[in-house]
């Protein structure tokens, strides 16, 4: 083997069979590539160490060490080496584990000549945009935003003084702003700060909550005063007494609670669904909307007496296009708390892929960045987020283009409308308008986030072929014991599985996906932004 030169990139190809290294040796030799080659894992593994080539070719199926092992030793001891993994078994599980184990990509057997080196030339580049990084010096320390709310622009310095000076008294606040911006955080950092910190904070969500059953969450309701009332229930204002409720998307809330809410401010009481019972609670109110509450007064769908009650003083979070230079700060703020909880490992952001993020809109404000910045930190493959790792709506939006990633047998298999062995998808993934063009993204984000229902599902399908007397129930008890171990909690991920797949089974359609769901359309589209599906 002999020893890579400096400016030629080196491919090293690990596979126990000699012809398909000699075959792909010859393809990658068209090009000015140097070329190395080891027969079996373990003699792969100390090519590596010995001089790390730019990029490895690693066949899956060999004797002796699997190509999943090698490539875990592989990435153990070098987290940034590029690796392709080779198959001649096209199976989603296959993808599933490779990219789960930090291949770059993986190849089918037989090699299309041009994909390979498509391939290589992506592989390549993708290393040296990484290598050009360099020192990153990060804007912030995450450690410094205990409140979470990073920027540093004027706006947001006006908005840090006005929470500075509300937070001494009991003044009602409310927060204004587009969706995302920020407001429920600041309505958090007011009660910090204030004296009622030791007491509860409770947010309500008025535009989640369906108008019959909003008085009764608020206030409570007696037992017997409405069809399922079967006991006494305190509502969330007993709940918070001494504390602060946050009335989110106040807009949304109904004129008859308005009333209620008004007497609470004026009164400082509350009165049962129900009940007769004058009840005093000392509760202080936040309250926020995306709405034009002014232009609802005129039109009398919110009471004026309301919004002069509630609109003491007014915060007006910016949208974050117009803080653009808060974005590098956001960015590595993100990156920091995923290091921190090790979800992610990426500390860098490639200068191409910042400058698109600052020149993003963001209609979806911090929300919507703090979701991508998620995503492409999962789809990065060393420590830096590349132009490429964006997802392709936000390079598309800004005119940012990278190479055409070379069809995979995914992409082959997706656009021939050959679907995998099962089903398996991120919500964004399978509702964002990527899945054919960029079926790898999709696949990366994929295998971080359903990897292990896939597993679990993939289970449950070959007991289910293997056994066709399987019941619903017995597969469902299958599930449950394996999702059981989970992180996020059942119904969560059952939950977000039946959002997508309904979404996509009505086109999108909210209203009739929220008919389907038994949730009001509200709750639908709170949910769906909230778990960042792209719809
Ligand atoms: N200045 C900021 N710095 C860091 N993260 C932020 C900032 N502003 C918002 N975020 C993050 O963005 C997401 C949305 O924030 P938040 O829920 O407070 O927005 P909102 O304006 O209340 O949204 P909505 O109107 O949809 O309820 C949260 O995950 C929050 O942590």
């Given at each position: 083997?002999?020893?890579?030169?400096?400016?030629?990139?080196?491919?090293?190809?690990?596979?126990?069979?000699?012809?398909?290294?000699?075959?792909?040796?010859?393809?990658?030799?068209?090009?000015?590539?140097?070329?190395?080659?080891?027969?079996?894992?373990?003699?792969?593994?100390?090519?590596?160490?010995?001089?790390?080539?730019?990029?490895?070719?690693?066949?899956?199926?060999?004797?002796?060490?699997?190509?999943?092992?090698?490539?875990?030793?592989?990435?153990?001891?070098?987290?940034?080496?590029?690796?392709?993994?080779?198959?001649?078994?096209?199976?989603?599980?296959?993808?599933?584990?490779?990219?789960?184990?930090?291949?770059?990509?993986?190849?089918?057997?037989?090699?299309?000549?041009?994909?390979?080196?498509?391939?290589?030339?992506?592989?390549?580049?993708?290393?040296?945009?990484?290598?050009?990084?360099?020192?990153?010096?990060?804007?912030?320390?995450?450690?410094?935003?205990?409140?979470?709310?990073?920027?540093?622009?004027?706006?947001?310095?006006?908005?840090?003084?006005?929470?500075?000076?509300?937070?001494?008294?009991?003044?009602?606040?409310?927060?204004?702003?587009?969706?995302?911006?920020?407001?429920?955080?600041?309505?958090?950092?007011?009660?910090?700060?204030?004296?009622?910190?030791?007491?509860?904070?409770?947010?309500?969500?008025?535009?989640?909550?369906?108008?019959?059953?909003?008085?009764?969450?608020?206030?409570?309701?007696?037992?017997?005063?409405?069809?399922?009332?079967?006991?006494?229930?305190?509502?969330?204002?007993?709940?918070?007494?001494?504390?602060?409720?946050?009335?989110?998307?106040?807009?949304?809330?109904?004129?008859?609670?308005?009333?209620?809410?008004?007497?609470?401010?004026?009164?400082?009481?509350?009165?049962?669904?129900?009940?007769?019972?004058?009840?005093?609670?000392?509760?202080?109110?936040?309250?926020?909307?995306?709405?034009?509450?002014?232009?609802?007064?005129?039109?009398?769908?919110?009471?004026?007496?309301?919004?002069?009650?509630?609109?003491?003083?007014?915060?007006?979070?910016?949208?974050l296009r117009d803080r653009d230079d808060d974005i590098p700060q956001i960015v590595d703020f993100c990156m920091q708390s995923l290091a921190k909880q090790k979800k992610a490992r990426v500390s860098k952001v490639s200068p191409e892929a910042m400058a698109v993020l600052t020149k993003h809109r963001w209609p979806g404000n911090v929300r919507e960045l703090e979701n991508v910045i998620y995503r492409s930190a999962v789809i990065a493959q060393g420590d830096t987020i590349l132009l490429k790792d964006l997802p392709q709506e936000i390079r598309d939006a800004v005119g940012a283009s990278v190479p055409a990633v070379a069809a995979s047998p995914a992409a082959a298999a997706s656009q021939a409308g050959t679907a995998a062995p099962f089903p398996v998808a991120s919500p964004s993934a399978v509702l964002s308008s990527q899945v054919s063009s960029a079926p790898f993204d999709t696949l990366r984000t994929m295998a971080a986030e359903t990897v292990a229902l896939a597993h679990a599902r993939q289970v449950v399908e070959s007991i289910a072929t293997a056994e066709p007397a399987l019941t619903v129930e017995r597969a469902l008890d299958f599930l449950h014991e394996k999702l059981s171990d989970d992180a996020e909690t059942i119904l969560g991920r059952l939950e977000r599985e039946m959002i997508v797949r309904v979404l996509k089974a009505e086109s999108g359609n909210m209203v009739r996906a929220s008919e389907k769901l038994g949730i009001t359309r509200a709750t639908l589209r709170k949910r769906v932004d909230e778990l960042g599906l792209k719809i």
């Open positions: 083997m002999s020893e890579p030169s400096a400016k030629t990139p080196t491919i090293l190809i690990i596979d126990d069979d000699s012809e398909i290294r000699y075959s792909l040796s010859r393809v990658l030799s068209s090009r000015k590539y140097q070329v190395l080659e080891a027969a079996s894992g373990e003699l792969g593994i100390a090519a590596v160490k010995k001089s790390p080539p730019d990029l490895v070719f690693l066949d899956i199926r060999m004797s002796g060490m699997s190509g999943i092992e090698a490539l875990q030793h592989i990435r153990s001891s070098n987290p940034k080496q590029l690796v392709v993994l080779m198959t001649a078994f096209g199976t989603a599980q296959t993808a599933i584990e490779a990219m789960k184990y930090g291949a770059f990509d993986y190849i089918m057997k037989p090699f299309d000549p041009q994909k390979v080196l498509t391939l290589a030339e992506n592989a390549l580049k993708a290393h040296a945009d990484m290598r050009a990084v360099g020192e990153y010096k990060p804007t912030i320390n995450s450690e410094d935003y205990k409140e979470g709310i990073v920027g540093s622009s004027p706006v947001m310095q006006d908005v840090f003084k006005v929470i500075g000076q509300v937070t001494a008294s009991d003044v009602t606040v409310m927060v204004t702003g587009e969706s995302g911006t920020g407001k429920e955080l600041v309505a958090r950092s007011i009660w910090k700060h204030s004296h009622r910190a030791a007491k509860p904070f409770i947010a309500v969500n008025c535009a989640a909550i369906p108008d019959n059953l909003i008085e009764s969450e608020l206030f409570g309701h007696e037992k017997g005063s409405f069809t399922g009332a079967t006991g006494q229930r305190l509502g969330k204002f007993e709940l918070c007494d001494g504390g602060t409720i946050f009335l989110d998307e106040i807009g949304d809330m109904a004129l008859a609670t308005q009333t209620k809410i008004l007497r609470v401010l004026q009164q400082g009481e509350i009165q049962r669904v129900g009940g007769v019972d004058t009840i005093k609670v000392d509760v202080r109110i936040l309250a926020a909307t995306n709405k034009d509450l002014e232009e609802m007064v005129k039109a009398k769908t919110f009471r004026e007496d309301l919004y002069y009650r509630l609109n003491v003083v007014r915060i007006r979070m910016p949208a």
